[in-house]
């Protein structure tokens, strides 16, 4: 008769002590990590350090950035090109332009793009292919300066607030991103439930589809906002008024003042010649800054839903 053989703490395996097997990476995978690290941190380098040398050359002395001896640092700080910027009685005026024609560009815009974009991903839509179509030629073709330059004075709109805003109101590339964004994130069988519910059309877009849609909503306010932002051309060709001149303009005409045209001083003195020169790139600098800085207050907001728009959107559909 066989004999069990007693199991104690001694022959029983303890799995619990057993020391936990790491799995090693293979040394390609470990090769392509660092060379990835070390690309994307070049890569990262060559965005950074553009904006601190900015930062930095506005806030040095001229001589210091002029001489090249400021490459990464101030050196001798110094506000005169803010001070010299505020000096401008424009540069107040053209801010609170800029931030009005920006904030009606994102509502107005990311509204009727919404609505598009909700509208051509809709299966029951007669004729969006075409639609769809007639949209993405837009893209490919174009009138040009003068006929969009004569449909603008024809509609009353020189000179005015909205022709900043109308003319570019709608982006046909961000309308076809937010209707893939519909199709990949809103499917269709939440429509059909919400009508066996009773709801109509109206109600599942403003109820349902809307609250679904914050991430690509943020997309198009952002993208919306800097365009008009940093957009100048338009109101160089639209507006004559000063009093309606957007921040962009504002500082190109600051820029054009403060340069100097070396065959008429002939006669100058050098060293007045010189000041000038340096205290332009100054300027230029420090109007950099301030253009840049309700961006930069922005994008952090909407980061989270900015990066999941874009990345859903992107899909195909």
Known sequence: M??????????????ENRPSRRIREPRSDRVLNVVLLVVLSLFTLTIIYPFVYIVSASLSSPQAVSSGEMWLW???????????????????????????????????????TIAGGYALSRRDLVGRNIITFA??????????????????????LLNTIWAMIIPTAVSVW?????????QTTIPHELLECSRIDGASDLRFFLQIAIPLSKPIIAVNLLLYGVATWNS???????????DLYPLQLV???????????PSKMANADPERILAMQQLADKLKYALIIIASIPPLIA???VQKHFVKGMMIGSLKG
């Open 2 to 15: 066989a004999t069990i053989a007693p199991v104690g703490p001694s022959t029983a395996p303890a799995a």
């Open 74 to 112: 101030p050196i001798d700080f110094s506000l005169d090109a803010y001070r010299a910027v505020l000096d401008y009685p424009t540069i107040p005026r053209g801010f609170l332009n800029s931030l009005l024609y920006s904030g009606a560009s994102m509502l107005l815009g990311t509204a009727i």
């Open 135 to 156: 949209f993405i030629l837009t893209m490919m073709f174009s009138g040009g300066m003068i006929p969009t330059y004569l449909v603008v004075n024809s509609l009353g």
């Open 174 to 182: 961000q309308l076809i991103v937010t209707r893939t964004f519909f």
């Open 232 to 242: 100048y051309f338009n109101a160089l060709i639209y507006l004559t008024d000063e």
């Open 251 to 261: 500082m190109r005409n600051i820029l054009l003042e403060n340069s100097f045209d």
């Open 299 to 301: 994008y952090p907001f």
